[in-house]
C-alpha cells in the first residue's frame, strides 16, 4: 500500500505541479488587491480540490455515460490548454492600453466577480485542469483499482492540494521578489511551456483514438 500511495504521490505531484502554477496564478491575478488575492487562493483550491473529488467519485461513470471516451477528452482539454496559452504568451508581450482598462475593471470586482475568477480560470483549468482530471480518473479506474487503492489516492490528492494552497498563499512574495518584469517573463516562458504540453496532450488523444479504430 505505501508502494502505490508513493506511486500515486509522485504522479499526481508531477501533473498539478503546485510550483509550476505560480507564474500563471499572479498573472491571472495580478490586478487584484493583496487581501483579495488570498482569500482567492484558498477558494479557488477548494474549488478545484470538490471538481477533482467529484470526479473521482463519479468522473468515470460520467463519461462512460455520455460516451466520452478518454481520449476525446484529452483533445478537448489540450485544445482549452492551448487557447489559454496563447493568451498567456500574446497579452504579456502585447500590453497596450487595453491592459489598464482591465486593470480598472479588476480592481472594482465585485464579490460575484471574484467567485466566477476563482471558478474560472484558477480553479479550472488552472489547478484542476484537463490532465489533472484526466490522471485522477485514471488512477481511480473502478476496473483497476480497489476502494481502498482509490481512499489512498484520493489522500495523496488531498495533500496535494494542501500543498498548492500554501505554495499559492506565498506567491505575493515571489511577486514582490521577481517584480513585474520578472512575472511578465515567467508568464511567458508557462505559457510557451502550457502551449507544448497542451499539443502533446491533443496528440496523445488524436494517437490513442487512432489505436482505438475511432478516426
Known amino acids: 500500500m505505501f508502494g502505490h500511495a508513493f506511486y500515486d504521490f509522485i504522479n499526481l505531484f508531477v501533473v498539478f505541479n503546485p510550483t509550476g502554477i505560480v507564474p500563471q496564478y499572479l498573472y491571472f491575478t495580478r490586478h487584484v488587491p493583496a487581501e483579495s488575492r488570498r482569500k482567492l487562493a484558498l477558494r479557488c483550491v477548494l474549488i478545484a480540490t470538490a471538481i477533482l473529488v467529484a470526479f473521482i467519485i463519479l468522473g468515470q461513470i460520467l463519461l462512460e455515460a455520455l460516451g466520452i471516451t478518454l481520449p476525446s477528452f484529452n483533445i ?4 482549452v490548454l492551448l487557447v489559454i496559452s496563447l493568451r498567456m504568451i500574446f497579452e ?3 500590453q497596450t492600453a487595453g491592459e489598464n482598462e482591465e486593470a480598472k475593471a479588476v480592481q472594482s470586482l465585485n464579490p460575484n466577480s471574484l467567485k466566477e475568477l476563482a471558478v474560472f480560470p484558477l480553479a479550472t483549468p488552472l489547478i484542476a485542469g484537463p490532465g489533472g482530471i484526466l490522471i485522477v480518473v485514471l488512477l481511480t479506474d473502478n476496473n483497476n483499482f ?3 487503492e482509490q481512499a489512498v489516492t484520493t489522500l495523496m490528492l488531498l495533500a496535494i492540494m494542501a500543498f498548492t494552497c500554501l505554495v499559492l498563499l506565498a506567491a505575493e512574495k515571489v511577486q514582490r521578489v521577481m517584480g513585474i ?9 508557462s505559457g510557451l511551456i502550457l502551449a507544448a504540453l497542451s499539443v502533446e496532450t491533443i496528440q496523445d488523444g488524436i494517437s490513442a483514438s487512432i489505436a482505438a479504430g475511432q478516426f
Open 76 to 79: 478537448a482539454g489540450g485544445i
Open 92 to 94: 504579456s508581450i502585447n
Open 146 to 148: 480497489s476502494i481502498p
Open 181 to 189: 518584469t520578472g512575472i511578465n517573463m515567467m508568464s511567458r516562458v
